[in-house]
């Protein structure tokens, strides 16, 4: 299932899911949301928790969310009126901080992790 969410997908219900969450995972995916069914959100959280990952900086957390959106290194640099360099040294720490090796698990983890919300549909 991690692997699953950290390779993009938005949501996760077992087999065995009740009608209820089932209407509300499809219901919550397109709209735009993630959903996990309850017992896997504990299950996740409790893998997660056992890991330890150093805080991210206010900074960090701004190109994170960049990141989420797939903003390139070059548009973080102009969006922060910093150089690309500066911005893929950002992108790097991330990864280093939340032990990932790709962007994308990067903005999962900080899923996982509660420093990214999904946003409710405009």
């Known amino acids: ?10 949501g996760f219900v077992t087999k065995a899911v009740d009608y209820a969450d089932l209407v509300t995972a499809i219901r919550t995916v397109h709209a735009g949301g993630t959903f996990v069914s309850q017992h896997l959100k504990k299950a996740l ?5 056992s890991q330890s990952f150093k805080p991210l900086t ?13 903003f390139t290194n070059a548009d973080i640099g ?15 720490s991330i990864k ?12 999962a983890r ?3 992790l509660g420093i990214l919300k999904v ?4």
């Open 45 to 49: 959280t409790a893998g997660i928790a």
């Open 1 to 10: 299932m991690q692997h699953a969410l950290e390779a993009g997908a938005h």
């Open 96 to 107: 280093d901080k939340l032990q990932c090796n790709h962007r994308a698990e990067a903005v």
């Open 78 to 92: 102009r969006l922060l009126g910093v150089s690309e360099r500066t911005a893929r040294a950002h992108v790097e």
């Open 110 to 112: 900080g899923f996982e």
């Open 119 to 122: 946003q409710p549909p405009r």
């Open 58 to 70: 206010a900074r960090e957390r701004e190109v994170l969310g960049l990141l989420r959106q797939g």
